[in-house]
């Protein structure tokens, strides 16, 4: 569970596209290398970032053969750039830019899949290398 508080306003900012940093800071100390908006943005119909992303499974350039499995909260696909062998990433199904605008009933599906994950890679005798955040 997460211990971290939920404000949900930072939320939609950040679903739409601005900057955490920026967010948080107010002030983004990535500079003109960040790929996010500096200002607070007003709700669009729709979410255009989600046209854009490979594995957004609404996306028309949803890359859908490295898709492996679908839930009702997350999905799971192959790396298109896999770092290392087995590369699999958890992804939620509503289009977020990072965990911390996640809902608790996604975050507790991320925990379950990464569990699940580590049960395989025991079998397989690997071990489980676990990041969070999207982008």
Same mark, same amino acid.
């Given at each position: 569970?997460?211990?971290?508080?939920?404000?949900?306003?930072?939320?939609?900012?950040?679903?739409?596209?601005?900057?955490?940093?920026?967010?948080?800071?107010? !002030?983004?100390?990535?500079?003109?290398?960040?790929?996010?908006?500096?200002?607070?943005?007003? !709700?669009?119909?729709?979410?255009?970032?989600?046209?854009?992303?490979?594995?957004?499974?609404?996306?028309?350039?949803?890359?859908?053969?490295?898709?492996?499995?679908?839930? !009702?909260?997350?999905?799971?696909?192959?790396?298109?750039?896999?770092?290392?062998q087995?590369?699999?990433? *958890?992804?939620? *199904?509503?289009?977020?830019?990072?965990?911390?605008?996640?809902?608790?009933?996604?975050?507790?599906?991320?925990?379950?899949?990464?569990?699940?994950l580590?049960?395989?890679?025991?079998?397989?005798?690997?071990?489980?290398?676990?990041?969070?955040?999207?982008?």
């Amino acid at each position: 569970m997460c211990n971290f508080r939920h404000d949900m306003e930072a939320r939609e900012q950040s679903m739409r596209g601005v900057c955490f940093e920026f967010l948080n800071k107010r !002030k983004c100390e990535i500079g003109d290398d960040c790929s996010y908006k500096h200002s607070l943005q007003e !709700k669009v119909e729709g979410n255009s970032r989600s046209k854009e992303c490979w594995f957004c499974l609404s996306s028309p350039n949803v890359e859908s053969h490295l898709i492996t499995s679908v839930g !009702k909260n997350c999905c799971c696909a192959l790396a298109k750039g896999p770092l290392v062998q087995h590369h699999v990433l *958890i992804l939620p *199904i509503e289009h977020l830019p990072n965990t911390l605008t996640s809902p608790p009933e996604c975050e507790i599906k991320l925990v379950n899949s990464r569990r699940f994950l580590k049960i395989i890679s025991r079998a397989m005798e690997k071990k489980l290398f676990s990041l969070s955040g999207f982008m």
